[in-house]
């Protein structure tokens, strides 16, 4: 699945894929070809999303990846909403090269993982990053799982060229 950024009619335009149904508790994976080479104003997120309400803080839990719009800034975070309390938000360093990004949602829990992606099988894939948070985690409705790619309009430096990301695989496991 391609997600891409890119001017039309010149302006830029941007893209979302969203499931249809709630999945609920369980494991989320999504594996993502390099997505380091994003333009600081670009976002990619990856996240639970309920449409219907703000309760729970809509049951929203993401992988974000992106600067913020600031080149200094590290390029990857876990989330659980609302990201104005600092305890709810990670920010890591996520290195080059083909990742599974990957959180596993239980009753008062949410543990997030980065992991590079292994062909051979061989042996456990080295650990990029990983958070499990306990607090303020939402209880299951009518979220659905969302991955989208835009652009921060208020970023320090602009998006310069389009930007393109490219999953090559979405997981769920109950």
């Not at 302006?11 to 369980?26: D, F, I, N, Q």
């Not at 594996?31 to 994003?38: A, E």
């Not at 309760?55 to 104005?84: K, S």
Request: proline content about 7%.
């Amino acid at each position: 699945m391609h997600l891409r950024i890119a001017k039309v009619s010149g302006k830029w335009t941007c893209a979302e894929v969203t499931l249809t149904r709630s999945l609920g508790y369980g494991t989320y994976s999504f594996m993502v070809r390099d997505t380091s080479h994003l333009e600081p104003a670009a976002v990619f997120g990856m996240f639970t999303w309920d449409y219907a309400g703000d309760e729970q803080d809509h049951r929203e839990m993401d992988i974000e990846i992106t600067r913020w719009g600031d080149p200094a800034n590290n390029n990857a975070q876990y989330v659980v909403q609302p990201f104005y309390i600092p305890a709810n938000v990670v920010r890591f360093a996520m290195p080059s090269g083909v990742l599974t990004h990957s959180f596993r949602w239980q009753p008062g829990s949410v543990s997030f993982r980065t992991i590079r992606s292994s062909k051979s099988g061989s042996k456990a894939p080295p650990v990029v990053a990983e958070h499990t948070f306990k607090t303020g985690i939402p209880s299951p409705g009518i979220e659905s799982v969302r991955m989208n790619l835009y652009i921060l309009r208020v970023a320090r430096v602009p998006l310069q060229n389009g930007a393109e990301v490219v999953v090559e695989k979405f997981q769920y496991l109950p």
